[in-house]
């Protein structure tokens, strides 16, 4: 069991008498249909559906819930919330909670903590702590993103907001990210559209690579054709692990079996690394 900080993130509360109906009107996922004490990976979109976050939203109560968002994207996620909620009694504030990262979910009960929250199907979980405890940490932080990356869980950054609607990252296919028997919210035309006129065609792969070459978000990868190689999808997240590189990559989802791809500019072949999920 790997025990790891994880100071990239940060924990803003959400509270007030319209939190559930505010939330509910601004996110991707069914906020209504959360239980109390349960949470889900979820987005928040701008008007044409591109998506500016995706966190993790936990709900203790009607008038209750926290977001758990990278540190990276905070200012402008923060910003696009409070701009939608000026006529909404509700009030974001953030939290210097301790937030930590188990790579053996079954082992939640080794460290004591005020919310548990499993990621999914994959062996993660996040714990969260108001107050901080001495901790002796077993991991690093790369160590997190590898097994969030091999989850299927899209890390998004500031060179990616506003670039993509969620399907484009596979929410479709994660916990309740996205709900679409719920009621209207930002971005809720383009991402229905998507789903029932199949205009999306795009999906986030995985891909590894046994190189320590450095790799810039938003950046290409290269597919081999008949007449040579072409650059290819948006970089999505990367992170060297134990010296093998990790990628989510953006990408048209139709292309042949067994297509090569390699890292642009270079003979660094690439992995197609299967998906935990199928994508639909």
């Known amino acids: 069991m790997a025990i790891i900080n994880l100071s990239q993130y940060r924990v803003i509360s959400v509270q007030g008498v319209d939190a559930e109906k505010f939330l509910q009107g601004q996110l991707t996922c069914d906020v209504n249909g959360l239980a109390d004490g349960q949470s889900t990976l979820t987005a928040h979109c701008d008007p044409k559906g591109k998506m500016s976050s995706v966190f993790r939203l936990l709900r203790e109560n009607t008038e209750q819930f926290y977001v758990i968002i990278r540190h990276a994207l905070l200012p402008s996620a923060l910003d696009n919330l409070k701009k939608y909620a000026v006529f909404s009694k509700v009030a974001f504030e953030a939290q210097d909670w301790q937030v930590i990262g188990l790579l053996d979910k079954q082992k939640c009960g080794a460290i004591s903590a005020d919310f548990c929250l499993e990621i999914g199907q994959s062996a993660c979980a996040m714990l969260l702590n108001k107050t901080a405890q001495q901790i002796d940490f077993t991991g690093e932080i790369s160590q997190w993103e590898q097994a969030i990356i091999k989850a299927g869980y899209p890390i998004l950054s500031p060179e990616s907001q506003n670039e993509f609607i969620p399907q484009a990252l596979n929410l479709q296919c994660i916990e309740q990210a996205i709900s679409f028997q719920k009621g209207c919210y930002i971005g809720q035309e383009t991402v ?10 795009r999906a986030m792969f995985l891909f590894n690579a046994q190189t320590n ?3 810039s978000l938003g950046s290409e990868i290269e597919m081999q ?16 692990f134990d010296g093998i590189l990790w990628l989510q990559v953006v990408m048209n989802n139709q292309f042949e079996a067994g297509t090569a791809f390699r890292l642009s500019g270079t003979e660094t072949a690439l992995n197609l690394i299967e998906l935990p999920y199928n994508l639909s």
């Open 213 to 215: 070459t450095p790799v």
């Open 192 to 201: 229905a559209r998507a789903k029932y006129r199949g205009i999306n065609k």
């Open 225 to 240: 054709l008949e007449n040579g190689w072409r650059k290819t999808g948006f970089i999505l997240s990367a992170v060297h």
